[in-house]
């Protein structure tokens, strides 16, 4: 019997529910090569961002507020990879479909707390550039280390609160069913709050808070800097120096067209598209972001190859120790 129809309760009888059915798809064939593309994406996701921070951490010319920003990004993008896509590989390539009621909640509250720093921090890198280029004389008065860490901490202190009461509303949420079908690729609250028996006022509310709070403010701020920036920029006589700012400009706003234009669009266009549509839009924007941010941010950078050509320098400086001290050994 499909767990889908079994223990299904009357109206009368509203309960927190066993499990959650996590559907996923419905009616395309071939799947399990995009769940396959999944596996390669985590796994290089995990080996670039663990490589930068490995590098921000041990080279101290990187140990700057951009890069402090910069490894957080890398955090945020790697623990959010690991709260989604382990759990969609296993949901879906291994056919485990359910999810009891506490994984769910758990699920929801890491996913959300860190596709919010991911946003935060592409809004601190923003404002990081915008002071660079508005006020580049005050910028290392302005932008130190001590007020991005502490900008940052901030950030991680709000979006582990906001996830905790959108958390705290989900499980005041009653179902009629002991288990409930989720059509989307994680416990989504958006449509979850809908299937709900009891009041679902407050989680209705928070559904829309919580985006215009990780989502639309972020990108109004966003814009609203770069308008300042296009104006600095208009400012500046020496056509090579302008190029040379807008440079310095060009990796963060491809990581911001990435990260927000598709959620963007699913957000507007909201039930109009199809529900598959929406899984592979809003599941490549969790995914992708955080494989291509340190390959954009990072590894394409002036500051950063340096590092790296450091980093080999000392390797085969040592490695040629180690062979001359096994020859005199010898």
């Not at 499990?19 to 995009?34: D, E, L, R, V």
Request: glycine share 2%; net charge positive.
């Amino acid at each position: 019997m499909s767990p889908l129809n079994s223990a299904d309760f009357t109206n009368d009888s509203i309960v927190h529910p066993d499990f959650f059915y996590i559907s996923g798809f419905a009616g395309i064939p071939h799947t399990n090569y995009y769940y396959v593309f999944l596996c390669f994406v985590y796994a290089l996701t995990v080996l670039v961002n663990t490589f930068v921070m490995f590098m921000i951490y041990t080279d101290h010319c990187l140990h700057s507020p951009k890069y402090i920003a910069v490894f957080n990004l890398a955090v945020s993008d790697l623990f959010g990879s690991t709260a989604v896509i382990p759990q969609m590989i296993d949901t879906f390539l291994f056919k485990s479909h359910l999810i009891s009621f506490e994984a769910c909640l758990t699920s929801v509250f890491f996913i959300f707390s860190f596709i919010s720093m991911q946003s935060f921090t592409l809004t601190v890198l923003s404002y990081d550039r915008y002071v660079a280029i508005c006020f580049p004389l005050r910028y290392n008065e302005i932008v130190t280390n001590k007020s991005i860490l502490v900008i940052t901490t901030m950030l991680w202190i709000f979006t582990g609160m906001a996830s905790l009461i959108s958390v705290s509303f989900m499980s005041r949420l009653l179902f009629c069913k002991s288990t409930v079908q989720i059509n989307s690729y994680f416990c989504d609250p958006g449509p979850l709050h809908l299937l709900a028996c009891n009041d679902n006022t407050p989680n209705s509310i928070m559904n829309w808070t919580h985006p215009v709070l990780i989502l639309w403010f972020p990108v109004l701020f966003i814009t609203g800097t770069y308008i300042c920036i296009a104006r600095a920029l208009l400012k500046i006589a020496e056509t090579s120096e302008r190029l040379k700012a807008m440079k310095t400009c060009t990796s963060h706003l491809i990581l911001v067209s990435v990260f927000y234009l598709p959620i963007c669009f699913s957000f507007a266009l909201g039930s109009i598209i199809h529900n598959n549509v929406r899984i592979i839009n809003m599941s490549l924007t969790t995914i992708l972001p955080p494989v291509l941010n340190p390959i954009i941010y990072s590894l394409k950078t002036e500051e950063f190859t340096e590092s790296i050509k450091r980093l080999f320098r000392r390797e085969k400086i040592r490695f040629i120790e180690k062979i001359n001290t096994c020859f005199n050994h010898k």
